[in-house]
């Protein structure tokens, strides 16, 4: 069985983030990496107390971005206050470390959790910058999508083009600025929640002027071949949109990682969002154009899907691997329309 993703709109999830100092007045410095660099592990140190919950000290803010390290904490705002969220957090870090289930930051719990986590950044201690960025600049679909949002904004006046070329590098870290944000060219998920109300969702065919191609063939399932349906075969690897028989677009697509698989079957759409980021398995993974037909199992663009392939896998959603692809078929189906996984 599966366990159910649970999402949040991206859009109202992080707008209560604590920002940063705006950096008025100073020249912009912009930042051609993609993500930190790896910071090696911690070694042990003395805790100066244990730390339980309702507890208010700094060192809980270096707890929170450690458990975040981990995958125990899927938060990126830290603040200083021992809550509840970072109890159960380390709670769930110590039944698999198997220690002492209690919830108070012990000296034994503290050296396993720096020896999984690194030091955290004054950037991650002070919540103004937490890192890669939202989807890999690599995807054209993305990219036209962010250029588009920045024109909206007023920071952005160059072409259309999909390129992250230096004109838009200096309307990220313009944008950045604006809202408080230290300048960087690095569109992440702070600065991507701050840009979505700030603009409106572009429709596929004001980036693109046609739709994608086929780069896949499919054997369909007979239950595919009538009224409109997403049609997934996980035998093949691959996804289609059917319309009464007639294929429209073929797309390689991944699925569930071993002990993850969700159910197969006929489904209905159910409910759709575009800024969807799961949160249940300790870190927030981006879930654009989501499509959900069972329970909170959807079909969306992977990020990771790009990047690995088929090396890691999902927790019972269908992937697809480009942004374009994602955009242009959450525009093709409503609610109520079929999929079909087989």
């Known amino acids: 069985m599966h366990r159910p993703l649970r999402f949040l709109p991206l859009a109202t999830a992080l707008l209560a983030a604590l920002a940063g100092p705006a950096h008025a007045g100073q020249p912009l410095r912009l930042s051609t990496e993609l993500a930190p660099a790896t910071r090696p592990f911690s070694a042990p140190a003395p805790l100066a107390q244990a730390l339980r919950h309702k507890m208010q000290a700094p060192l809980v803010r270096e707890l929170q971005i450690r458990l975040r390290h981990a995958k125990y904490l899927a938060q990126y705002d830290a603040h200083e206050r021992f809550d509840g969220r970072t109890r159960e957090a380390l709670r769930k870090f110590q039944k698999d470390q198997e220690l002492p289930v209690t919830g108070v930051l012990d000296q034994g719990s503290w050296n396993a959790l720096r020896a999984v986590s690194h030091e955290p ?106 009224g409109k349906v997403v049609c997934i075969s996980r035998a093949q690897k691959k996804m289609s949109l059917v319309v009464d028989g007639r294929i429209l677009f073929t797309r390689a697509a991944r699925f569930a990682r071993p002990g993850w698989e969700s159910p197969e079957g006929a489904y209905r759409i159910w409910y759709m969002n575009r800024d969807t980021i799961s949160t249940i398995f300790g870190e927030r993974t981006p879930m654009p154009y989501a499509i959900f037909y069972d329970g909170n199992v959807a079909i969306h663009f992977s990020d990771d899907f790009d990047q690995i392939g088929y090396e890691g896998g999902s927790h019972g959603c269908s992937q697809l691997r480009d942004y374009q692809v994602a955009h242009w078929l959450y525009e093709q189906v409503k609610v109520g329309d079929k999929v079909v996984v087989y």
């Not at 991650?124 to 600049?137: C, I, R, S, Y």
């Not at 990220?172 to 700030?198: H, K, N, Y």
Request: glycine share 6%; charged share 20%.
């Open 121 to 226: 950044t004054a950037a991650e201690l002070t919540n103004t910058d937490v890192g890669p960025w939202f989807v890999n600049p690599g995807q054209l679909g993305y990219v036209l999508e962010l250029q588009h949002r920045l024109r909206q904004t007023g920071h952005y006046t160059g072409a259309l083009d999909g390129a992250l070329s230096p004109a838009t590098r200096t309307a990220i870290a313009a944008f950045r600025t604006s809202v408080g944000l230290p300048a960087s060219s690095v569109m992440d998920e702070r600065t991507w929640a701050r840009l979505l109300p700030r603009s409106r969702s572009p429709r596929y065919a004001q980036l693109f002027n046609a739709p994608p191609e086929s780069d896949e063939t499919q054997i369909l399932d007979p239950r595919c071949e009538q």
